[in-house]
C-alpha cells in the first residue's frame, strides 16, 4: 500500500498528543477482560469490493476458534493484495476456557473502538489483539506503548528495593518460563510476559528493558504496568499481604511462581 508510517508509532505519537483519546481504562465483569488501552489508525479502508471487510472477518474468526487450544497465535488471511496479518495472545495464567473468553470480545471492541481501520491493537488485561494492512514497517519491539503507575508511594520504606529483587526473580523466571513468568515476592505481585514468537534470549531482553523503564517512569509507585511493543510486565505491592487470586491467576502465597510457554499451552499453568 506503499505505506511508511508504522501503526505502532502513530499510536505512540496519539498518545503523547491525545491520551484521554488513546487511553481507555474501564470496569469490567472480569479482571482478564478490563480494556487497558486501544490503538487505531486514522485510515479506514478503502474497500469498494468488501475484499478486506471478508479478510478481516475470516482473520477474527480464525482467531477466536484458535483462542479455544492455545494462547497465542498468528495469521495471515486475504490475497496478495488484501493480506492482513493478525495476532491474538492471552496471558500466560489465563486457562482455555477465559483465554476464549477474553479473546471472544475483542473483534467486538476492535471494531466499536476504531471501525473498520487498516489496523488495530486492542489490550485487555487478560488478552490483546493486533491486526495490520500490509504495508506498516516495523519498529522496535523494544518501543513502548502504554503505562500506568499507580497513584500511591512509598519512598523510603524499603519498597523499592523488595521491587528490584522481585524485578530480578521475574527476569530470570520469564527465560526458564518460556515467556510467561508470576511471581510474589516479600508482598511484591510480579508478572511478566512476552509475544509468543518471541525467543528466550530476545524475550529477558524485552523484559529487562521494561522493568527498567518501570523503575523510572513509576519511581517509587506501588503499582505499575509497562507495555512495549513484544512485551508486558506488571507488578502491584500490598503491604497487608498478597490477595488471594482468582483460579486462573497465579497462587498468591509469598512463596508462588508460575511460568509457561506462550507457544505450547499444554506446559502452562492454567
Not at 162 to 189: C, I, K, L, P, W
Request: overall charge neutral; proline content about 2%; some cysteine.
Amino acid at each position: 500500500m506503499g505505506l511508511s508510517i508504522s501503526f505502532l508509532s502513530i499510536i505512540m505519537m496519539m498518545c503523547l498528543l491525545f491520551p484521554d483519546l488513546n487511553v481507555v481504562v474501564k470496569s469490567a465483569t472480569t479482571e482478564y477482560t478490563t480494556l487497558i488501552y486501544k490503538g487505531c489508525a486514522r485510515q479506514q479502508f478503502s474497500d469498494p469490493s468488501g475484499l478486506y471487510s471478508q479478510a478481516l472477518s475470516a482473520m477474527f474468526g480464525s482467531l477466536v476458534s484458535q483462542s479455544t487450544k492455545t494462547r497465542f497465535y498468528k495469521t495471515t488471511t486475504g490475497t496478495s493484495t488484501t493480506t492482513i496479518t493478525g495476532l491474538f495472545q492471552c496471558r500466560g495464567d489465563l486457562s482455555n476456557h477465559d483465554c476464549y473468553n477474553c479473546v471472544s470480545r475483542l473483534p467486538v471492541l476492535s471494531d466499536k473502538l476504531c471501525g473498520k481501520t487498516i489496523a488495530s491493537r486492542v489490550q485487555l488485561s487478560g488478552c490483546y489483539l493486533l491486526y495490520e494492512v500490509s504495508g506498516f514497517s516495523q519498529i522496535s519491539g523494544m518501543e513502548m506503548l502504554f503505562k500506568t503507575c499507580g497513584k500511591n508511594n512509598i519512598a523510603g520504606t524499603g519498597f523499592e528495593e523488595r521491587r528490584d529483587t522481585a524485578f530480578g526473580v521475574m527476569q530470570n523466571g520469564v527465560v526458564s518460563g518460556h515467556g510467561f513468568y508470576a511471581t510474589t515476592y516479600e508482598s511484591v505481585y510480579v508478572l511478566g510476559q512476552c509475544e509468543g514468537d518471541v525467543g528466550d534470549t530476545d524475550c529477558s531482553g524485552c523484559v529487562k528493558n521494561a522493568l527498567e523503564k518501570a523503575q523510572v517512569e513509576c519511581g517509587s509507585s506501588i503499582s505499575g504496568q509497562i507495555y512495549l511493543h513484544k512485551c508486558f510486565i506488571a507488578y502491584s505491592y500490598y503491604p497487608n499481604g498478597v490477595p488471594r487470586r482468582s483460579s486462573s491467576s497465579s497462587s498468591s502465597s509469598s512463596s508462588s511462581s508460575s511460568g509457561s510457554s506462550n507457544s505450547d499451552p499444554s506446559t502452562s499453568t492454567g
